[in-house]
Structure formats: C-alpha cells, structure tokens
C-alpha cells in the first residue's frame, strides 16, 4: 500500500470525507402536488358551486309546482322514451362497427373511425343544420313530412351524436378483448356468429352498459341540434333541454330552474348506474 | 397425424417459406425455436386462423387446407390459455359439444371423464378469476379435448408455470397420451419439454423447419 501512494500525498493526513459528498440532492415534492391539487381542486369546486347554486335557488315547491304543469309532464315523458330509444338504437349500432373497427384491418379503416369521431367535435348546431338539410334532398325529402319538426325528429337527432360515444365506448370495450378468446372458439367449432355471441358478448357487457348510459345521458343533454330539427313546440317535440330553454325565454327562471334540477338529478342517476354496472374505465 | 407441405405465408415483413413437417398419428411433436421465428404463426396456420399463400396441411385423413377452423377437428390451446372470463370451469368443458349438439348425457359423461383426467373436477363451478397458472392451463387442456379431436395443438402452454407445476403437467399430459389417440404439436422454446414429452422434435429457423434427432 505505501508503495502506491507518492510522497505529496504521504505527508498530509487524510481528513474524514463529509457525510455530504456524492449524495444527490433532490428537491421536495410539495410545490408539485400543492400545484396539482389547485389546478384540478378549482375544477371541482366551480362544478360543485355551480350545482349548489342551483339547488339553493329552487325549492321543492318549485320542482313540484314545475311537475304539475302539463307541458313539462309531456317534456319528461318523451325525453324518458326518446332517451331510451335513442340509448338502445345506439347501441344496435355501435356494437357491430365497434367490433369491425376492433377487429379487421380493412382499408379505409382510420378514414372511418375519424367520420366517426365527427358528431363528437362538431357544432351540436351544425349536425341540426346539416340534419335539415339532408331531408331537403331525395329520397330523404320523401319521409320528411312525418320527419322533420315532429317526435321521430328528436329521436335522430338525438342518436346521430350519442350514438358517436357509444361507438368510441365499445370500440374501446372489443379492443380490450382478447381476440384469442374468439379464436379458440372457432377452433372448438363456432361460427363466427357464434363466437361472437356466445364469447365475446358476455365480456363485452360490462362495455355495453357504459355505452347505453353514456347515449342516454347524452341525449338527455342534446339540446342545438333538436331545436333546429325538431323545433321545440310544446306539447309535441319538446323535452327536458328545450323546456328549459323555453321557460328561460318566457322569462320564467324558476321553472327553468326546477327542470335543470331534473335534469341533474337523472344525470347523477345515470352516472351511478354507469359506474356500478358498466365498466370503471371506460366512462367518458 | 399432422403433415404440413411446403406452406408458405407471408405476413407484413414476416414469411415463411416452404415449410414441411409431419408428426405420425398418436406421436407428440415438439417444435422449437428462437423467440419470434414463427413458431406460433405456423401453428395457427395449422389451425386455420392464419392465411396460408402456398402449401398443403393434412391432419388425420383429411386435407383441411381450405377449411375453417371450427372444420378441422383441431383441440387449440393457446398462449396463457385464454379461458373464458364470463364461464364457469364446467361450462368451458362443455362449451364445444353445446355448438355440436350432443346429447344431455353424453356431454356429462364426458364432462366427468375429462375433469377426472386432468383433476379439475372441484374446479367446474369456479370461473377462470383466481385459478392457479396450473389450474388454468389444465382447463385449457380440458376445453380442448372436450370433444375428443384427433390433433392437439399448444402454444407454450408450460412457459407461465412455475418447476414443480411444470413438472406435474408433464406426468398430466403422459397420462391424458396414455388414454386418449391424439396426435400433438407442441411449441416451445424450452429443451428439456422436448425432451420429457416430444416423440418427434422439429427446430424451426431462418423461416424453415428441420426434424432434428436427440
């Protein structure tokens, strides 16, 4: 050992390393989750103002005073059925070009899952609009009689933009499935019917919920495109959004109120639903 | 028996070029090979999932070249086994005799003589969440000769097994070879499963397969 060291280093003594040498200092961590927390905290607490805020507004006096008129008995009637419908024929829809899109590569697959995506991004007054138009042409013009500004009109265009998440939902949900599974059941036999409904259906219900719930709460909010499609008329197209637009433009705040307190209330319904029976990850 | 002639695939940048193999009727065939040479892609031509451009496969009497999978009479037990999430242990058993209408009976008759083979039997009300690696793979196996094919096909159906469970599933498929004529195809990348099980060991490479002799 001391062959190695020179003469320089012989003559000093050695001084104790400091504990603080080669340790890697790091700063703490509070600044990045107090940032965090206030960013999203002030979300949250905006969301749940503003929902206060309309519960200290009305009253149940008001709701139930609301109830007993009989244009807004008819607005929750259709706005239950049309909802329902529109949930289901999302969903009669959306499972079978979900699980194309999830399945096969086909040409033109990316082009059609952003057409897809369009109902989502575009204007709700706009997919109205065009709804309107498009029954001005033949061979559509041909229905629009008892289409347009009638009760099957809130329908579509309630659909044309729920059933957009609906298929987001289960194109999400089949991507998530492992296609070994439908393999191994063809190779004990199945067609690809079968595998598809015996197999792949059953994982997929949870999927399927999320999507039902999603187009039903969506079309609960629908409100641009029904106005212009279907027209608000009372006691014939109208439902819960347009009712409140209708009172609004009455000049009857607390009615308008009282019905958006409906509406919050069959949201919270729905969001329950969805996430108790539907899938955790795969709400909106 | 399964006999593969000159099958050539070709997917994206991945080919396979005139590959022959065969494993004689009742014989347990081994293939071997790097991981990602094609082993799983063969054997999933071999079962009809894949599309093949050139060649001819023959399992038993038949060339089922053109046919669909559910045709072909092929037991599959794919990687991770693959079970169904949704049914119980018994109704994986039975799920393939269900689409081939069977008979009440016959299918309880077999449902018990499959799950006493593979000692599943206080499995079958269980569904696939919770069951060991082992338990799995052995419903995977019961799933597959539920109705009694002629070939059995398994991706690597030991690589997710712990040594002794291993171990056992060797001294498991002995016995299901000794009661039931099945010709089988077994890939893997682990040599001593060619050895302890394989009759026949093919090493597949550079997208060709050769029969090797140990």
């Given at each position: 050992?001391?062959?190695?060291?020179?003469s320089d280093?012989q003559?000093?003594p050695?001084?104790?390393?400091p504990?603080?040498v080669?340790?890697?200092?790091?700063?703490?961590?509070?600044?990045?989750?107090i940032?965090?927390?206030?960013l999203?905290?002030?979300?949250?607490?905006?969301?749940i103002a503003?929902l206060a805020?309309?519960?200290?507004?009305?009253?149940?006096?008001?709701v139930?005073?609301?109830?007993?008129?009989?244009?807004?008995?008819?607005?929750?009637k259709?706005?239950?059925?049309?909802?329902?419908?529109t949930?289901?024929l999302s969903?009669?829809?959306?499972?079978?070009?979900?699980?194309?899109?999830?399945?096969?590569?086909?040409?033109?697959r990316?082009l059609?899952?952003?057409?897809?995506d369009i109902?989502?991004?575009?204007p709700?007054l706009?997919?109205?609009l065009?709804?309107?138009?498009?029954?001005q042409?033949?061979?559509?013009q041909l229905?629009?009689?008892?289409?347009?500004?009638?009760?099957?009109?809130?329908i579509?265009a309630q659909?044309?933009?729920?059933c957009?998440f609906?298929v987001?939902?289960?194109?999400?949900?089949?991507?998530?499935?492992d296609?070994?599974?439908?393999?191994?059941?063809?190779?004990?036999?199945?067609?690809?019917?079968?595998?598809?409904a015996m197999?792949?259906l059953p994982?997929?219900?949870?999927?399927?919920?999320?999507?039902?719930?999603?187009a039903w709460?969506?079309?609960?909010?629908?409100?641009?495109?029904?106005?212009?499609?279907a027209?608000a008329?009372r006691m014939?197209?109208e439902v819960l959004?347009?009712?409140?637009?209708l009172e609004l433009?009455?000049?009857d705040?607390?009615a308008?109120?009282?019905?958006?307190?409906?509406?919050?209330?069959?949201?919270?319904?729905?969001?329950?639903?969805?996430r108790?029976?539907?899938?955790?990850?795969?709400?909106? | 028996m399964?006999?593969?002639?000159?099958?050539?695939?070709?997917?994206g940048?991945?080919?396979?070029?005139?590959?022959?193999?065969?494993v004689?009727v009742?014989?347990?065939g081994?293939l071997?090979?790097?991981?990602?040479?094609?082993?799983?892609?063969?054997?999933?031509?071999?079962?009809?999932?894949?599309r093949?451009?050139?060649g001819?496969?023959?399992?038993?009497?038949?060339?089922?070249?053109?046919l669909?999978?559910?045709e072909?009479?092929i037991g599959?037990?794919?990687?991770?086994g693959?079970?169904?999430?949704?049914?119980?242990?018994r109704e994986?058993?039975?799920?393939?005799?269900v689409?081939?209408?069977n008979?009440?009976?016959?299918?309880?008759?077999?449902?018990?003589?499959?799950?006493?083979?593979?000692?599943?039997?206080?499995?079958l009300?269980r569904?696939?969440?919770?069951?060991?690696?082992?338990e799995?793979?052995?419903?995977?196996f019961?799933r597959?000769?539920?109705?009694?094919?002629?070939?059995l096909?398994?991706?690597e159906?030991?690589?997710?097994?712990?040594?002794?469970?291993r171990?056992?599933?060797y001294?498991?498929?002995?016995?299901v070879?000794?009661?039931?004529?099945?010709?089988?195809?077994?890939?893997?990348?682990?040599?001593?499963?060619?050895?302890?099980?394989?009759?026949?060991?093919?090493?597949?490479?550079?997208g060709?397969?050769?029969?090797?002799?140990e």
């Amino acid at each position: 050992m001391t062959e190695a060291v020179s003469s320089d280093e012989q003559s000093a003594p050695l001084s104790p390393i400091p504990p603080d040498v080669g340790v890697h200092h790091v700063g703490s961590d509070a600044p990045f989750y107090i940032g965090m927390v206030v960013l999203g905290g002030t979300y949250v607490l905006l969301l749940i103002a503003m929902l206060a805020a309309d519960l200290f507004y009305t009253s149940p006096d008001h709701v139930l005073a609301a109830l007993a008129k009989p244009a807004i008995q008819y607005s929750l009637k259709l706005s239950l059925i049309s909802c329902s419908l529109t949930a289901l024929l999302s969903l009669w829809v959306a499972v079978p070009i979900g699980y194309l899109l999830a399945r096969h590569r086909f040409w033109g697959r990316d082009l059609v899952d952003a057409i897809l995506d369009i109902p989502i991004v575009l204007p709700p007054l706009v997919v109205g609009l065009s709804l309107l138009i498009l029954f001005q042409f033949w061979p559509f013009q041909l229905a629009a009689d008892w289409i347009v500004y009638q009760i099957p009109a809130v329908i579509l265009a309630q659909f044309m933009v729920a059933c957009a998440f609906a298929v987001r939902t289960m194109r999400v949900t089949f991507d998530q499935i492992d296609p070994r599974c439908e393999q191994v059941a063809l190779t004990l036999g199945c067609t690809r019917a079968q595998a598809f409904a015996m197999v792949v259906l059953p994982e997929a219900k949870r999927g399927i919920i999320t999507a039902a719930t999603l187009a039903w709460a969506r079309s609960l909010g629908e409100f641009g495109p029904l106005l212009i499609f279907a027209g608000a008329t009372r006691m014939k197209t109208e439902v819960l959004s347009t009712t409140v637009f209708l009172e609004l433009s009455v000049g009857d705040l607390e009615a308008a109120v009282a019905v958006s307190i409906l509406m919050v209330a069959a949201a919270i319904t729905v969001l329950v639903i969805a996430r108790v029976w539907g899938s955790r990850d795969l709400t909106l | 028996m399964i006999a593969v002639e000159e099958l050539s695939l070709c997917i994206g940048s991945f080919a396979l070029e005139r590959v022959s193999l065969s494993v004689p009727v009742g014989k347990y065939g081994v293939l071997m090979g790097k991981t990602g040479c094609g082993k799983t892609t063969l054997l999933e031509s071999i079962a009809g999932l894949k599309r093949i451009q050139n060649g001819q496969i023959v399992l038993g009497d038949r060339t089922v070249t053109h046919l669909r999978p559910a045709e072909r009479g092929i037991g599959y037990v794919p990687q991770d086994g693959a079970l169904f999430s949704t049914m119980t242990v018994r109704e994986h058993l039975t799920f393939a005799m269900v689409i081939r209408k069977n008979g009440q009976q016959a299918i309880s008759r077999r449902i018990e003589k499959v799950a006493e083979l593979l000692s599943i039997g206080d499995l079958l009300e269980r569904k696939p969440f919770g069951l060991s690696g082992g338990e799995r793979q052995r419903v995977a196996f019961g799933r597959a000769l539920s109705f009694e094919p002629a070939v059995l096909l398994m991706d690597e159906p030991l690589s997710a097994l712990d040594d002794e469970t291993r171990n056992q599933m060797y001294d498991l498929i002995r016995r299901v070879r000794t009661q039931t004529v099945v010709t089988a195809l077994h890939v893997t990348h682990n040599r001593q499963e060619a050895a302890e099980l394989g009759d026949v060991i093919f090493q597949m490479e550079d997208g060709t397969v050769k029969e090797i002799d140990e």
